[in-house]
């Protein structure tokens, strides 16, 4: 029961605060009895929402971790369904009265196992049950029959409940809709999915109110909206219950006596003192950016762990017996610490932890007080973290996160506009669970957040594509999976295409991922490979890079690459030291603006260093003395030669994605310069380009003048047009395909089937793109690359900023600004070269040969 | 990752000198034959064209599973057969099986495409032969149909023989190949071939290739001489077996 420990002795020290807003009376006395009995008293935020269940208002509850939030959100279903009472012998069974949707089942399950003990306790005639895609057929069976009274699960379900033809009667009882985390929920495709799924079960059951539960974010308002129903013209929103932040955390930055690598991302100079740290606290989690970054750390603390610490590691490709393995060991006490992805950053509870250490920048301000959250979760004494920059561009980025923190700024991704794609998934579930009318259905769709400035003609376009496929060659109208009867209702023609979406609901489109198994030869070298255990699983891109022989680290142990069976890949133990492949493919989060504006403004600013390490310190003397530095509303470029070829960097601190892009366009105006240029990469401060011409003489010569190479057109014709070929563009348009039904999931089982005979999405959209590039997929293509994968709407902003305030350092060699990245560029994959290029490259000497024939 | 990048705009541009840059020579079984980035075969003294698993109508195929492909594949697929046809000017044509994705392929094609193989069909001697795909020839496209076919050294069929046969030119495995280059993938159809024998990449516009280190393709090139001669934009690249990786 730590979770309840945890969420209750907070408020043993809760008792002398200020008055509550709402009056404890609200509280039925078998529950005052009970906080009673425990020594606790409720905390005014739990009063408010037990107020808003008794007016029968929405509510979004936005609190930090630590709160009982949980609690909050439960507290009236809890009073509500005790009042309520029991079925009376004979009469027919209640319908669902609460439903709790969470974006992990992980914490669906926790969180019923953790209602057990008011439950219990009080004796309360309340039922829990969980419904997840593990949950076995006859159970789903029975919770259709016998629904009980609280159901906990995941927006997936959701959808595939509302498309029963029976989800009337099944909600016909609803009270409550109680959405955890919808701060993570609502920034990706699959919050579009729940806003539809809920504005579906408005339309089923208008009776029921939602509870949202959120961690602060930087708009609580939009949030608030998003919780109810939208009408066009006016400001609808649920009411807005705040609890403000506990003691400040202490957050320092560790000020490493080693020497701060100019780039990297593995922190191992800071190694030995962050295991000091861990042994000096209770319980630690140490939260990186990346997998391999994860398994860089804990090997290293593990060849540091002379006392033998419990140090366990867990991350998303781990295999998932193992992670549950871990927590149960966190919960329990038995770890002193954990190396942790953003599988730990959701509101699981993990037992009394005291310290978090942040290996690496942290990328954003929210980020990272929602991560010092899981240290003490008691809301009252001070969280305790460090902060571990793993280079000296990271100092920086940790620096600002850390004002950041104090301040309390806020820096989470806006909610989003809705994917026409997850529209399209939706359009055909609604047509499974009955006939629809297109009128009523486009204005249930409208009063979904997401969608509340949907126009007709993209509804109408998603309906068509859901029929037929919506092309202009109306060739495919007698396959319609959804026809327009008579009396004007749409329905579903075949039942099959009732079991096809079942099968491929939901919005998650996981990296194809290779499970890794070990093998062995039975210590008789040639012999062939037996499988052995399976480790886990990464990621099929990863697998791409190794030849055979590589050595890399996975799940703490360095393991060689052997080969690959069908969708394993096969690996065998290395006796290497040290793993060949170190791989870092780039941290999943891009550095927020915010804190790139305030890297920006601590470089502009000497009189700041002195919070600086003094190595960063001289750095950036010395970046002052031979090139320029940043500022805060300019761009810094620098040309130099090196080798034999000639090298740009510009300095937007715009963050990665932002920056590939921007590499991309400046390689193509720079070969229309005739600059010849051979490539790029990108980091999440600066992009390097580099070519056969000399582009500081051509800027210094007045040849090209280099706010025309920055000029905000490159937005226009270059960015369409480079869009439209991207392998980016390609991995979004899977990804809507996939969702809209377009080509099925694959499903476990059927890998053998072979590629050769599955359609690849390449492929469509080359066609698509020659032949309709304004069909839907394609709209819902576009709209994704330039929200979520491309920043640009954020590199448009940097290009007008500095419009005019380009600042070019035309150099002899290498500035110290530029060598991190330069050292990146040795062991980085290189983006920007063209395919044919690179084909050339490896045909060149046949092409010699054949010359010569 | 980068399955078949190639142009799917139809191939018009008919320059013979560009012919001979776009194209690479092979020698086969002592044939000289050249290999078009679209996708073709060439043999020039016998003026024959050779193409592959066409696979027309793979889009309105899924159509009939309510998987709504656009259903574009058979033009832009006769749009590269035109090309070929246009910039080589061939006497004869080989269609090496596969053509039609079903045995109803040939119901479902848009008018407009039937009467483009038809114009195809009747220019030139036309052979479709047969593919486990399309067992029965069409029934009102033209041409003739055959099992295989063999024109000096060389054989024509459409599944390759059990471990090998010389002079044999084969389609049914989509061959693809896969080099890694300073840590990016680049995946393209290709020629597979060893000088001794070739499969052929297939053509259709919405079918996948399968790489040629792929146990499908075990015991047909055994030697040295293995390369997948993979379609860039505009060339073909040669590429070493060795220097090849597997998906």
Redesign the interface.
């Known amino acids: 029961m730590a979770l309840v420990h945890i969420m209750f002795s907070a408020m043993l020290t809760q008792l002398a605060d200020k008055a509550p807003t709402a009056p404890a009376d609200l509280l039925p006395p078998a529950f005052a009895a009970w906080f009673a009995r425990r020594g606790w008293a409720p905390r005014p935020h739990q009063l408010e929402l037990l107020a808003k269940g008794n007016a029968r208002r929405s509510a979004l509850l936005i609190a930090p971790t630590g709160a009982g939030k949980t609690l909050a959100g439960f507290l009236p279903s809890l009073v509500a369904l005790a009042a309520r009472g029991k079925v009376p012998p004979g009469s027919a069974s209640r319908g669902i009265h609460t439903l709790y949707i969470s974006p992990l089942k992980a914490l669906a399950v926790d969180i019923a196992r953790n209602l057990d003990a008011p439950v219990a306790e009080m004796k309360l005639p309340v039922t829990v049950e969980t419904r997840t895609g593990d949950t076995p057929a006859h159970k789903r069976q029975r919770q259709k029959l016998k629904p009980p009274d609280i159901l906990l699960t995941t927006p997936e379900q959701l959808a595939l409940l509302i498309a029963q033809p029976d989800a009337e009667r099944f909600f016909s009882d609803l009270d409550t809709v109680i959405l955890d985390e919808l701060h993570a929920l609502v920034t990706s495709k699959r919050g579009d999915l729940l806003s539809l799924g809920l504005a579906r079960l408005r339309a089923i059951a208008p009776q029921h109110r939602a509870v949202g539960l959120s961690a602060t974010v930087s708009d609580p308002l939009a949030l608030a909206e998003w919780l109810v129903p939208q009408v066009a013209g006016c400001e609808v929103r649920a009411d807005l219950v705040t609890v403000a932040g506990g003691a400040k955390p202490e957050i320092r930055i560790l000020e490493s006596e080693e020497r701060i690598p100019w780039s990297g991302h593995s922190a191992r100079y800071a190694l030995p003192e962050v295991y000091a740290a861990i042994a000096a606290s209770r319980m630690a989690i140490v939260f990186v950016n990346t997998r391999s970054q994860a398994e860089l750390v804990f090997a290293e603390l593990w060849n540091l762990n002379e006392l033998g610490l419990p140090i366990a590691l867990h991350h998303g490709s781990l295999d998932a017996g193992q992670r549950r393995k871990v927590e149960a060991a966190m919960g329990a006490g038995r770890l002193r610490a954990v190396v942790a992805t953003s599988t730990l950053d959701l509101g699981i509870d993990w037992g009394d932890v005291d310290l978090v250490v942040h290996v690496g920048a942290p990328k954003g301000a929210s980020r990272l007080a929602q991560r010092i959250g899981r240290a003490n979760h008691r809301m009252d004494e001070p969280s305790q973290a460090i902060l571990v920059p793993a280079n000296r561009f990271e100092v920086l980025e940790c620096r600002s996160a850390l004002d950041a923190n104090y301040l309390g700024a806020q820096d989470t991704p806006p909610l989003r506009r809705g994917g026409l794609d997850v529209l399209a998934q939706h359009v055909l579930g609604r047509a499974v669970a009955g006939p629809f009318v297109a009128d009523a259905f486009f204005a249930e769709v409208r009063s979904a957040w997401p969608y509340r400035e949907l126009e007709r003609e993209a509804f109408e376009r998603t309906v068509e594509?859901v029929a037929?496929?919506?092309?202009a060659?109306r060739?495919?109208e007698r396959?319609a999976?959804i026809r327009q009867t008579v009396d004007g209702s749409y329905r579903l023609t075949?039942p099959?295409?009732a079991q096809?979406y079942r099968l491929n609901v939901g919005t998650i489109i996981e990296a194809p991922l290779l499970k890794v198994r070990l093998g062995g030869n039975r210590g008789r070298p040639g012999a062939p490979l037996r499988g052995g255990r399976v480790l886990g699983e990464v990621e099929e891109?990863f697998a791409?890079?190794l030849?055979p022989g590589d050595t890399f680290l996975f799940g703490g142990e360095v393991l060689r690459y052997e080969?690959?069976r069908e969708n394993e890949m096969l690996v065998t133990r290395a006796r290497d030291e040290a793993p060949k492949v170190p791989s870092y493919a780039g941290g999943k989060f891009p550095l927020s603006t915010y804190l790139a504006a305030g890297v920006r403004a601590m470089l502009a600013d000497p009189a700041e260093w002195h919070r600086l390490p003094a190595q960063v310190q001289e750095w950036l003397t010395l970046q002052k003395q031979v090139s320029a530095l940043p500022g805060r509303d300019n761009l810094l470029i620098e040309t130099f030669p090196r080798a034999d070829r000639f090298y740009m960097v510009a300095y937007p601190f715009e963050g990665r994605l932002a920056h590939q892009t921007l590499g991309m366009l400046l390689t193509r105006r720079l070969e229309r310069a005739r600059m010849r240029p051979l490539g790029f990469l990108a980091t999440d401060y600066c992009v390097a380009v580099w070519g056969l011409g000399d582009m500081g003489r051509l800027f210094s010569t007045g040849g090209l003048d280099p706010g025309a190479l920055f000029d905000p057109d490159m937005l226009g014709d270059d960015l369409e047009a480079w869009l439209d070929e991207t392998?980016l563009m390609k991995r979004s348009f899977r990804a809507c395909a996939l969702i809209a039904?377009?080509?099925?999931r694959r499903h476990p089982g059927q890998e053998k089937s072979?590629?050769?005979?599955?359609?690849?999405t390449?492929?469509?959209y080359?066609?698509?793109r020659?032949?309709?590039p304004d069909?839907i997929l394609m709209r819902a293509t576009r709209a994704d690359a330039a929200e979520g994968l491309l920043d640009v709407a954020r590199l448009g902003e940097m290009l007008a900023r500095v419009s005019g305030r380009i600042v070019h350092k035309r150099l002899e060699r290498i500035s110290p600004l530029a060598v991190p990245i330069m050292l990146e560029l040795g062991r980085?994959?290189?983006?920007g070269?063209s395919?044919?290029v690179?084909?050339?490259?490896?045909?060149d000497e046949?092409?010699r040969e054949?010359a010569g024939? | 990752?980068?399955?078949?990048?190639r142009s799917?705009?139809p191939d018009t541009d008919a320059e013979p000198a560009a012919v001979s840059a776009r194209c690479?020579?092979l020698?086969l079984a002592g044939v000289r034959v050249e290999l078009d980035p679209a996708g073709g075969l060439v043999w020039a003294e016998e003026k024959l064209l050779v193409v592959a698993d066409l696979h027309f109508e793979?889009g309105?195929a899924?159509?009939?599973r309510?998987?709504?492909?656009?259903?574009?594949?058979t033009g832009?697929t006769l749009g590269l057969i035109e090309g070929l046809v246009a910039r080589h000017k061939p006497e004869r044509v080989i269609a090496l099986g596969d053509s039609f994705h079903d045995r109803r392929a040939e119901e479902r094609l848009?008018p407009a495409d039937a009467v483009r193989i038809q114009r195809l069909t009747g220019a030139c001697d036309w052979t479709w032969i047969a593919g486990n795909h399309d067992p029965e020839p069409p029934r009102e496209l033209g041409g003739r149909s055959l099992s295989e076919l063999a024109i000096g050294p060389l054989v024509f069929r459409h599944a390759p023989a059990r471990g090998g046969c010389a002079g044999e030119v084969a389609g049914h495995?989509?061959p693809a190949a896969k080099?890694?280059?300073?840590?990016?993938?680049?995946r393209?159809r290709a020629f597979a071939s060893d000088g001794r024998q070739l499969v052929m990449p297939?053509l259709g516009?919405?079918?996948?290739?399968?790489?040629v280190l792929d146990p499908a393709f075990r015991g047909l090139f055994p030697g040295q001489a293995f390369?997948a001669w993979?379609l860039?934009?505009d060339?073909v690249?040669?590429?070493?077996g060795a220097?090849l990786?597997?998906?």
């Open positions: 594509f037929n496929g919506g092309y060659l060739s495919y396959f999976k075949h099959r295409f096809q891109y791409e890079m030849a080969t690959i392998w039904g377009l080509v099925e072979g590629r050769q005979v599955t359609v690849s390449d492929l469509v080359d066609v698509l020659s032949h309709e069909h980085e994959r290189v983006d070269e395919a044919d690179l084909l050339s490259e490896v045909a046949l092409m054949a024939e | 990752m980068n399955e078949g990048g799917v705009q690479l020579g020698r793979k309105s899924a159509a009939v309510g998987l709504f492909l656009p259903p574009y594949d832009i848009a495995l989509h080099v890694v280059v300073r840590g990016r993938s680049v393209r297939a516009a919405f079918t996948g290739g399968l790489n390369h993979m860039g934009e060339r690249h040669p590429v070493r220097d990786r597997g998906d």
